[in-house]
């Protein structure tokens, strides 16, 4: 397993939407490991491939405290959303910076498994809105794109600014 270098916003690569993983071989199951081992080093709880520059339809989830609930979703459909949900946050590609977002309370998603099995996930809570932030970016959106022009001006300033004391 290798760390991968996580893309960080506003870099352009983010705002690929990614393909649909067309066979789930050795390849798909190496890049899945990888994904998680970056995501744990990180720390963090969610991990789309889209973050670490590959354009495909991965992404690694563990919101355990234990971290040792693994959750790959490769293909991941939303099929329905219930409720709403106001919750604060974060983003391995945006250091740093946490706000508030609105998601659905429920989801029901579609996707295939590390042996290409297709399941079906009813998830609520904190697993919820994890898999909506992961699917978001697989689509090439960031959280960011859910608060206001003038909060996303102040991020990128502040992420600039970030960039240029640690250069």
Known sequence: ??????????????????????????GIRRLAADMAETMYEAPG???AATQVDVHQQVIVIDVSESRDQLLVLINPELLSGEGMQVGEEGCLSVPGVYD????????SVRYLDLQGEARTLDAEGLLA?????????????????????????????KLAKQARITA
């Open 1 to 26: 397993m290798a760390l991968l270098p996580i893309l960080r916003f506003p870099d352009p690569r983010l705002r690929k939407v990614a393909a649909p993983v067309t066979n789930v071989d050795d």
């Open 45 to 47: 709880i969610g991990l």
């Open 100 to 107: 508030k977002v609105e998601r659905s309370e429920k989801v």
């Open 129 to 157: 809105v994890c898999i909506q932030h992961e699917i978001d970016h697989l689509q090439g959106k960031v959280f960011v794109d859910h608060l206001s022009m003038l909060k996303q001006m102040r991020i990128k300033s």
